[in-house]
């Protein structure tokens, strides 16, 4: 099972970048995907999660207006637009998949992860 991320890069504050992250090995249409990241120095944090369905979404507080979160079930893909980038939404963004007993929000609920794409927001 892999999940290729891609989409990161260097941008402005105020501008906004597309992550997209793609599944193989196996089909997640029946599992939460989601997007965690990690800031230098900073231990990993949630950022989104999106139910199988794409009826349920979830934000941390940090990201919620600015972020959204999609997915192509038939396309075993998970999206993240974010807008009005700030430079502490600078990270390395995750994105996970295969949610086990427990929170969506913690990251030791995920079974698979991907390589991780950085985010590098200037001020």
């Known amino acids: 099972v892999q999940l290729q991320a891609s989409g990161g890069g260097l941008v402005q504050a105020g501008g906004s970048l597309r992550l997209s992250c793609a599944a193989s090995?196996?089909?997640?249409?029946?599992?939460?995907m989601g997007w965690f990241r990690q800031a230098p120095g900073k231990e990993r944090e949630f950022v989104a999660a999106i139910s199988p369905s794409s009826t349920s979404t979830y934000y941390a507080d940090s990201v919620k207006g600015r972020f959204a979160i999609s997915r192509d079930s038939a396309k075993n893909t998970v999206s993240l637009q974010m807008n009005t980038l700030k430079s502490e939404d600078t990270a390395v963004y995750y994105c996970?998949?295969?949610?086990?007993?427990?929170?969506?929000?913690?990251?030791?609920?995920?079974?698979?992860w991907g390589q991780g794409t950085l985010v590098t927001v200037s001020s």
């Open positions: 090995g196996r089909t997640f249409s029946n599992d939460h």
């Open positions: 996970t998949a295969g949610v086990r007993v427990g929170s969506i929000r913690n990251d030791k609920t995920y079974r698979y």
